[in-house]
């Protein structure tokens, strides 16, 4: 899990950096018009919204573009509805990539997504075929300057946290049951505790090891799914060398 688990934290790096050129707050406000219209515009009383405010945060997204992200979903502005769709298909190598989509035309998605992945050396699949690769996990990520490594072991498992890797230089990061991933967030907000990203994701059971020409083109292809603009989060299965993603991402 290792090379996944650095894949996680570049692709944060990675989202900040394209926020400062304003190119992830549309897919941010999507999902913020998504989750007002399902639980309501208070954050207080809807996780779903409150989650995705963390990422705004992060991303610096003005206040103006939250609530007029926030006002389209309850109805107080007008606005396009969208739809949630994942997508399946197998990269490189034969690693499993999974993508989770919101878009107003489905067809037009799912015909570009398509375009992509076999254009790069990707075969999409049906629904269910990679899926079951992956489950559901809550990954928060936590400065190392804000805590120190014993005191966030024994806040987050006390909490109800599956695990604390520390392994990143920067970065803690905690692995929650999705369950579980409301109330440790919880108690670390009651702690004042900075927390740079918090998300519901997907994460493989096994991986697929990749070097070389495979794993260049794998990381090509993952980037170009999360580029397009309908894509909201992809995951993949790979383990790749932590030298070759930073020689990938520019890192």
Known sequence: MSGHSKWSTIKHRKAAADAKKGKVFSKIAKEITVAAKIGGGDPTMNPRLRTILTKARVANMPAANIDKAIKKGTGELPGVSYEEASYECYGPGGVAIIMTVLTDNRNRTVAEIRHIIDKHNGRMTEAGSVSWLFEKKGLILIPKTAISEDDLIELALEAGAEDVSTGDEEFY?????????????????????????????????????????????????????????????????????QEVMAEIAGD
Do not use: C, M
Request: aromatic content about 2%; glycine content about 2%.
């Open 173 to 241: 990061e905690i692995s929650t049951d999705p369950k579980q991933f409301a109330a440790v967030r919880e108690q670390l907000d009651a702690r004042k505790i900075a927390v740079e990203s918090a998300e519901l994701t997907k994460v493989p059971k096994t991986t697929v090891k990749l070097s070389g020409k495979e794993a260049k083109q794998a990381l090509e292809l993952v980037e170009l799914l999360e580029d397009h603009e309908d894509v909201q989060d992809v995951q993949a299965n790979f383990d790749i060398p």
